[in-house]
T-cell receptor, first 115, second 111 residues
Framework: DVKVTQSSRYLVKRTGEKVFLECVQD?????MFWYRQDPGLGLRLIYF???????EKGDIPEGYSVSREKKERFSLILESASTNQTSMYLC??????????????FGDGTRLSIL | GESVGLHLPTLSVQEGDNSIINCAYS??????FIWYKQESGKGPQFIID?????DKRQGQRVTVLLNKTVKHLSLQIAATQPGDSAVYFC??????????FGGGTRLMVKP
């Protein structure tokens, strides 16, 4: 089975802090994704990556950046955390190039609170 | 832009009955659809998928139906069990090759 592991289940940070969310997958997938999930808004794509050192903006990239130095690891960075970034963050991965129809597999999420 | 939607935000069924969760999509270029289940405190879990060259696909106790004429997707769960209680999302792989998710339907199973 695909295993997508997010480093923290719960995280509390303060406004203005730099926050790192880590995600690791063990299936050698090329594609990795970061979403945030908010009540009433569903899942929204922040950034994705289809190869090491490659990144593409999703629908809501403002205030975030990402890093993919190794194939199995995809990091989401909040450069200067703000209260409106309090949310559930979900990481996902999928095999193959973006254009191949494959399901994305999700981690269990990090619930981030910015005080 | 175009997006996936759901008809019913909450569905309550009796244990043992069949459940049907519906989803409408608007992007006729979408060629791949997925159903996910999300239990409380967990990430979305892949249930079943279907490609646009099919109109039906069956899994274990689940069936997905695709009606491209009316742009409608449904998930049928046979003999619904308490463990099926969760939020169910449909997702479409649209022309941009990214997944667009619906808002989710909460399925509640009454014992």
């Amino acid at each position: 089975d695909v295993k997508v592991t997010q480093s923290s289940r719960y995280l509390v940070k303060r406004t203005g802090e730099k926050v790192f969310l880590e995600c690791v997958q063990d299936m050698d997938h090329e594609n990795m994704f970061w979403y945030r999930q908010d009540p009433g808004l569903g899942l929204r794509l922040i950034y994705f990556s289809y190869d090491v050192k490659m990144k593409e903006k999703g629908d809501i990239p403002e205030g975030y950046s990402v890093s993919r130095e190794k194939k199995e690891r995809f990091s989401l960075i909040l450069e200067s955390a703000s209260t409106n970034q309090t949310s559930m963050y979900l990481c996902a991965s999928s095999p193959g190039q973006v254009r191949v129809n494959q399901p994305q597999h999700f981690g269990d999420g990090t619930r981030l609170s910015i005080l | 832009g175009e997006s996936v939607g759901l008809h019913l935000p909450t569905l309550s069924v009796q244990e043992g009955d069949n459940s049907i969760i519906n989803c409408a999509y608007s992007n006729s270029a979408s060629d791949y659809f997925i159903w996910y289940k999300q239990e409380s405190g967990k990430g979305p879990q892949f249930i079943i998928d279907i490609r646009s060259n099919m109109d039906k696909r069956q899994g274990q106790r689940v069936t997905v139906l695709l009606n491209k004429t009316v742009k409608h997707l449904s998930l049928q769960i046979a003999a619904t069990q308490p463990g099926d209680s969760a939020v169910y999302f449909c997702a479409e792989n649209n022309a941009g090759n990214m997944l667009t998710f619906g808002g989710g339907t909460r399925l509640m199973v009454k014992p």
